[in-house]
């Protein structure tokens, strides 16, 4: 689903150049359910943009689903994520003045659904979320919880192919934090890629692979078969 | 476009600061405002004045003797002079452009006292010698009875024509003043015409409170001798009356023995020139308008340009989630441009509304007001032309695009992760 080689990309602020991700090679193939940790500054977050062609790269490869993704403008690069890629914030970043309906038929908005049609469609994810009755209300009047869900429904509207979540329980108390997993791990059970960057060991540990990265490259990747070696240790530091 | 959720998103966005969106409403409001409101003075003033010379004959100029200023021929300046009825005649065969000729006279209002008396009524009035024609030039509506014609000038009548203001005056409402004597100066005159000015333009005196008689038995009974005090001239089609204004200077100097040189001795008016004069007035204030107009409502537009800006920095975030969850830079631009025009268009619908209301009040009031006979208002429809109501609102709408130009670029200038970022 994912390849990436050689990836290359260094931010210039005034006179200092600053070499963030260096040559990073990653392959993530479709139905993984893959974390992203990392100390601040060892490039995760860098990452996460150039997954979600929010930002460009400087030097390497990306292919998203087979295609080469390099040098897109703005238009369609927002038409590429709109239609392969389903975003979820740590701050839900839902519009406050739409409803929770409006609010996940928002992406179809962009595709030129038309209105009804779009809001038959969210009132399905929001139900499917269990937000149904929720649909009418704004964003102010709902929990962390149940914003962070609405944003997942919106996230899943599209029918992307993979998922990118940042720090998707980071404004989410643990109990809250648990049942965002459980959906995202739900969502990945059907078949999609779900990719999220987190700094809570336990949050990570409830993925099936784990990417370190450390000074813009990979340092270890904890498959499948590692993670209870890794839970362990995650309780021992 | 139509699409609901979009126009949610402009409200929404305009709601949010209610007082700031109405404040800068307000500029463009006060612009278009304005400048309907200029421009529809303007052209009641123009209509005002319009329609009191419009039908006063636009190719005619008026001539009168002053005092000669230059010796000339063994004359010494400052010679009293005066054209004659012979004039009438000499300048029809030397100036074939000249369409009617008419000479008129004057005798004066004698001293304060009053110099017409009807019964135990008197009064106060110019007195004219006027020819057939000059209705040509000057036109009148005849109330009653008739104007001046052929027969009373070659059998020198004395009959009169009156003026509204001389009817008031002089008869009681409901009497009729055709076959009346009038005593002028000592001598008695028939009534035969009862006349409105169509006009305002007054050749010694308002013609409301003028009698006049036919030029010969003027000059009879007033022992004027051929003497002509006054020459209005109209030229023919075609033919600029300022050819004809200096044709007919340079035969009567010619006749009378007057320097050519001489600019003061023939004193005349040419009404093309002032109607020239009036409309490049009219032109000027028309131009003013436009530009304090356009200029406040620019001013107007920059406050519109000015909150769009304020408003993307506020939703800087929102436009970069829209922009992830995959609005494309067309769709951001148009709904910024879409908020500006919409935030200009209905306010200077506003303005425009209530700058027609305005002018419509002021026109129903001046209809309404009492006017004495003859009195126009020298404003009267001030109106603006659909054609200018148009404009405006197109100016309003292209304003509304520029004003949107500059906040929508900064827009899509917004990275989705530099917006994310900003927690």
Known sequence: MIQISNLHKSYVMGHNSLHVLK????DIEEGEFVSIMGSSGSGKSTLLNILGILDDYDLGTYYLGGKLIQGLNETKAAITRNEMIGFIFQSFNLISFKNAMENVALPLYYQKVSRKKRNQIALEYLDRLGLKEWAHHLPSEMSGGQKQRVAIARALISQPQIILADEPTGALDSTTSFEVMDILKEINDQGKTVIIVTHEHDIAAMTKKIIRLKDGVIEEVIKNGDLQLFKDRVRTE | M????????????LAKNKVRSLLTAFGVFWGIFMLIVMAGSGNGLQNGVSEGIAKFAANSAFFWSEQTSEPYKGFKRGRYWHMDSEDLQYLK??????EYITPKNFTGRFGSGSNVIRGKKNGSFNVKGDYPDYVKIDPATVLKGRWINDLDIRDKRKVCVIGEKVFESLFDPKENPLGQYLKISGVYYQVVGLIRAET??????????????????????????????????????????????????????????????DVQALNSVNIEKEFKQMSGLFLGIQILTWIVGIGTLLA?????????????????KEIGVQRAIGATPRVIIGQIMLESVVLTTVAGYIGLSMGVGLLELVNRIIESAPTQAGDRPFFTHPEVSLTVALSALAVLIIAGLFAGMIPASRAIQIKPIDALREE
């Open chain 1, 23 to 26: 040559g990073l090679e990653l």
């Open chain 2, 2 to 13: 139509f699409d609901i959720d979009r126009w949610n998103e402009i409200w929404n966005a």
């Open chain 2, 93 to 98: 065969d030397k100036v074939p452009e000249i």
């Open chain 2, 200 to 261: 305002q333009i007054n050749i010694n005196g308002r013609t409301e409170e003028s009698i006049s008689l036919p030029f010969t038995t003027m000059l009879q009974t007033y022992n004027m001798g051929n003497q002509v005090h006054f020459l209005a001239i109209t030229a023919k089609k075609g033919v600029p009356v300022s050819v004809v204004e200096d044709k007919v200077k340079e035969f009567i100097k010619k006749k009378h023995s007057i320097a050519p040189t």
């Open chain 2, 300 to 316: 107007g537009v920059i406050g519109v340009s000015n909150i769009m800006l304020v408003i993307i920095k506020e939703r800087t």
